[in-house]
């Protein structure tokens, strides 16, 4: 049974940082496209960052690019967003979704159609 279990999320201030982490089991971790995705309420879910678990490719939502980082721990088959300057707009509910057996693409709008797996969801809350 594919797990995704995402933790981490919480209140901060402008500026701040937060680091989530998304735990799997379930499913062999390498050859798998990884994402973290974002809902705000009112609005569509948006890609925020994606990771190839074989070789560590990553791409990232202009929105965020050089302020959040992801990242895999092949051993603990965990997946990693590492959230810098976070800004008010950032607040939103954080999932973990995976699109097993998939490469990540060449889109450059992170889609949420070819994730297949989703977490639960964390809450992240960036106060001014």
């Known amino acids: 049974q594919v797990q995704l279990v995402e933790s981490g999320g919480g209140s901060v201030q402008t500026g701040g940082s937060l680091r989530l982490s998304c735990a799997t089991s379930?499913?062999?971790?390498?050859?798998?496209?990884m994402g973290w995705f974002r809902q705000a309420p009112g609005q569509a879910r948006e890609g925020v960052a994606i990771?190839?678990?074989?070789?560590?490719?990553?791409r990232y939502a202009d929105s965020v690019k050089g302020r959040f980082t992801i990242s895999r721990d092949t051993a603990e088959t965990t997946v990693y967003l590492q959230m810098n300057s976070l800004k008010p707009e950032d607040t939103a509910i954080y999932y973990c979704?995976?699109?097993?057996?998939?490469?990540?693409?060449?889109?450059?709008?992170?889609?949420?159609?070819?994730?297949?797996?989703w977490g639960q969801g964390t809450q992240v809350t960036v106060s001014s």
């Open positions: 979704a995976a699109a097993l057996g998939s490469p990540c693409g060449h889109d450059r709008v992170i889609s949420p159609s070819m994730f297949n797996h």
């Open positions: 990771i190839y678990t074989t070789w560590g490719g990553t």
């Open positions: 379930g499913f062999t971790f390498d050859g798998n496209c």
